[in-house]
Structures are given as C-alpha cells and as structure tokens.
C-alpha cells in the first residue's frame, strides 16, 4: 500500500481538506496533492509530524495498509479484552470464596439456589414458545417435518442451555462480585531482616514484597435493582430466542421470493406477491436490526430505521392490494387438470349376506343397478403416479391394499400449476393423492352392505 492513499484514507477519515493539512504541515496544497498522488514524497519530520498528527505508525503509513491494520489491531484487543475479562471473573470467583467464611458460603448457597430455580422457571414459557413454532410448521408425518423439529429441538434446548448459564453468570456476578472489591496490595515484608540502602540490598527488597488480599464492601445491592437487571436479561434472552425464527422467516421469505422471480421467467408474473415478499423481508430485517441494537446495545440510524419500516408496510400494501385483485380473477377449480392420467380398477363380487365391504376413509359413491342381484361392482379411480391401491378380498371382507410410492413426479404438477396460472386457473390437485371407490349393485343389496358395515364398526 502506498504513502499517498494512506494519507489521503486518514485526511478523509479526519474530515479535513487539502488545504486544512497542508496548513497543519507548513506546507503548500500542491505538495500534498503530489503526495498523495505518489508523485513524491515529503521530508522525514514531515512524515514523523503525519505519524503523530494521524495517531499512526510510521511503517504502517509507508508499507502497510492503515484501515486495515487498525481493523486487526481493534479485532486483536476485543479478544484480548474477552479473555482478560474471563480471567478476572475466575479469579474474583475464587477469592471471593477463599474469604468468606462458611456461614456466609451457606447463606450465599442459599440464594445461587434462588436463583437457578427462578431462571429455571422462565424455562416454561419458552418451552410453550418452542412448541408454538413446531406445530406452526408441522405438515404432518413427514421428513419436513421431522427434520424440522428436531432441528429446532436442538438449536432451542442449546441456545437455552448456554442463555441460562450466561443469565446465572451475570446475575452472579452483579449479585456477589460487583457487590465485593477485591483489592490486592504489594507491602514489605521486612519481618526477619534489617536491609541497609545498597543496590544489591534495594534489589533483596523488591523481592521482600508480598501481596495481600483484601476483601472490601462496597454499598448494599438492592433487590429491585437486582430484579430490574434479571428481567432486563430474561427480555433480551427472549428476544434472543425470537431471533431464531425471525432468521428463519427471512431465509423462507427471501426463498419465496426468488421462487417468485424465477416464475417471471416462465411466464407468470405476479407483482403482488413479489412485493408481499419484499416487504416483508425488508420489515423482518428491521426487526431483526432492532433486537439486536436492544440486546447488544448497538447504535443504528433510527431515521433510516423509521424509514425503511414505513417503506416496507407501504411496499406490503401496495402488493397486498395487487394481490387481491389477482385472486378475485383467478379462477379456481377443486379438481386436478385433466393433463393428469387416473388409473381405474374394477372387480366384480359374489353377493352373499355377510359379504363386508371396507370403505372407511374413502371416497365413496353407490350406484344403483336392479339388474345385479346377486353380483356386487367395486371400482376404484385414482391416480397411480401419486397413489397406489388395489383391491383385495379375505374371506367375506373386501378392503383396499395401499403401496408405498417410492417417487412422486414433482415436475409435472410445477409444470401443470405454472401452465394453469399463465390462463389465469388455479387447480387445488387435494384429489391427486385419494382413492375413490364407487360400489354398485341393486338396491337391497346396497342397503345389506351399508347394515354389514354399520355392524361391524359399532
């Protein structure tokens, strides 16, 4: 990186002008202009002046990128800072319980014990709230589902587990840390010997020195404030936790709306929708944006924030309106297109008065025909590339026998909806996975048959 855009990155980081620098400097505007641009370079007192004038090193000014070194410099102390901070709770932690006498340790006891049962106990409402979101996305027996739960299962009961040792933590250290200094002392310890004024002697009473640890109390912590803090971390752990599903809406949100642009594409556009989407994602990020500046104590511009909210709710709206319109001239249709091949199976039974026909759960039909006295028709339709049954009979009782469909033709329904949005139909395809069984034969052998079913589901 060269002198001159390290030193043109710091003027504009500064806010000051050419002018104002070259003022500070003692020199021309041109001369800063030429180094700037690397046409040359200025003398070394002027450069030591650049160093201290910009709070930089000067090998870094001349060789390295400034920004850049200052960025890991900052991500260096901040975990530098973390650490130090974990190393001194530990050491408080255990001079706070080498001080103490045992009384007080069981007294303290006592109240850690207080503690965890009450943060134990904000457990349940975000138990309730972990199974409000599984049953908001439960489609039933399947891998989405499964896969769901326990995902969420998991990311909850963890995020969970380290929230509440984090919450005892803090509470913990507001309660009986912050409540305790702990100062450590260096005095002489000159006991056991007189040490005259010597260099050797000075240098035998710098190592006389021990520490001494004392243990101050500072001003009583009162119970509201410790109640005010404690639900002023269960808000942001909440809060936490809402993130959770927030993050995923807007990944959802963001897939249905590439889902959406994709359909442009192919020929359906549906503007209303697409805004819906948008807007909602951009509102979900604000929200996303606000939780975090509450928990982490974060600085965003509240006029971009407002903005960008009432932006979003007029976008929604706007698409909501366009939305409406679409679906009032979108004709839908309870059936599936007839592009769809149905499978037919049809056997013919001996009628006898138990003869049983299992039709639960089934969508039946009876058709009346006099002429089959003694003959009973059982004819199933359904599609086989989404369903498969056949009819079976075991002594007197007829029953459908279902097998497992190993693959589903995806592609052909996305096609046959896209094709059906491009003319404005919109089929709802529930029939693409039932089995319809229409019964025939006469009359009095249609009522034995519904007696014999009656019967034998009492």
């Known amino acids: 990186m060269k002198f001159g855009e390290n030193l043109q990155k710091l003027r504009k980081e500064k806010g000051i002008s050419q002018e104002q620098l070259a003022e500070q400097l003692g020199v021309t505007r041109q001369s800063v202009s030429k180094w700037e641009s690397g046409a040359s370079y200025p003398e070394m007192d002027k450069i030591v002046t650049i160093c201290n004038l910009f709070h930089c090193d000067m090998n870094v000014l001349i060789n390295k990128d400034v920004l850049e070194e200052r960025e890991k410099k900052d991500a260096s102390s901040v975990v530098r800072n973390v650490f130090q901070n974990i190393a001194d709770y530990i050491k408080k932690t255990i001079y706070l319980f080498e001080h103490k006498s045992f009384k007080e340790i069981i007294k303290m006891g006592a109240q850690i014990i207080i503690i965890i049962c009450v943060i134990l106990c904000f457990s349940v409402p975000f138990m309730l709230f972990k199974e409000m979101v599984i049953s908001l996305f439960y489609t039933g027996d399947n891998w989405f589902s499964v896969f769901f739960s326990r995902f969420w299962n998991f990311i909850f009961n963890a995020s969970y587990a380290i929230l509440a040792i984090a919450t005892f933590l803090y509470i913990f ?57 404690a639900i002023t971390v269960c808000l942001k752990v909440f809060l936490l936790f809402l993130l959770i599903p927030a993050v995923i809406g807007v990944i959802m949100l963001i897939i249905a709306f590439v889902l959406l642009i994709v359909l442009i594409f192919n020929g359906v556009f549906l503007l209303g929708p697409i805004l819906i989407a948008l807007g909602i994602t951009i509102f979900c990020l604000v929200v996303i944006e606000l939780i975090l500046d509450f928990i982490f104590n974060l600085r965003f511009n509240r006029r971009r924030v407002i903005i960008t909210i009432i932006s979003s709710i007029v976008v929604s709206a706007i698409g909501l309106g366009l939305s409406i319109w679409y679906f009032l001239n979108l004709n839908v249709i309870n059936d599936v297109p007839s592009n769809f ?34 003959r009973v028709r059982v004819r199933l339709d359904y599609y086989s590339d989404y369903q498969a ?51 025939t034969s006469s009359s009095k052998n249609i009522e034995k048959l519904k007696e014999n079913y009656q019967r034998q589901y009492q």
């Not at 912050?178 to 010997?193: A, Q």
């Not at 149905?342 to 039946?364: A, F, G, K, P």
């Not at 049954?389 to 096609?415: G, M, P, R, W």
Request: glycine share 2%; charged share 35%.
């Open 173 to 229: 250290k507001v309660k009986f840390l912050d409540g305790e200094e702990i100062v450590i002392e260096e005095v002489d310890d000159f006991s056991n010997s007189v040490i005259s004024d010597t260099s050797e002697d000075k240098v035998l009473k710098e190592n006389k020195k021990k520490k001494i640890i004392k243990v101050k109390r500072t001003e009583g912590f009162s119970l509201l404030d410790l109640l005010s803090r």
């Open 341 to 374: 091949r149905q499978t037919t199976q049809e056997d013919i039974y001996m009628m006898n008065d138990d003869l049983l026909v299992h039709y639960d759960c089934y969508y039946l039909k009876f058709v009346e025909d006099n002429s089959m006295t003694d």
């Open 389 to 439: 049954a056949k009819l079976e009979k075991d002594n007197n009782e007829i029953y459908v026998n279902y097998d497992t469909i190993n693959t589903i033709n995806i592609n052909e329904v996305t096609d046959s909806i896209i094709e059906n949005l491009k003319d404005n139909k919109l089929y709802t395809y529930d029939k693409l996975g039932h089995v319809s069984m229409t019964i």
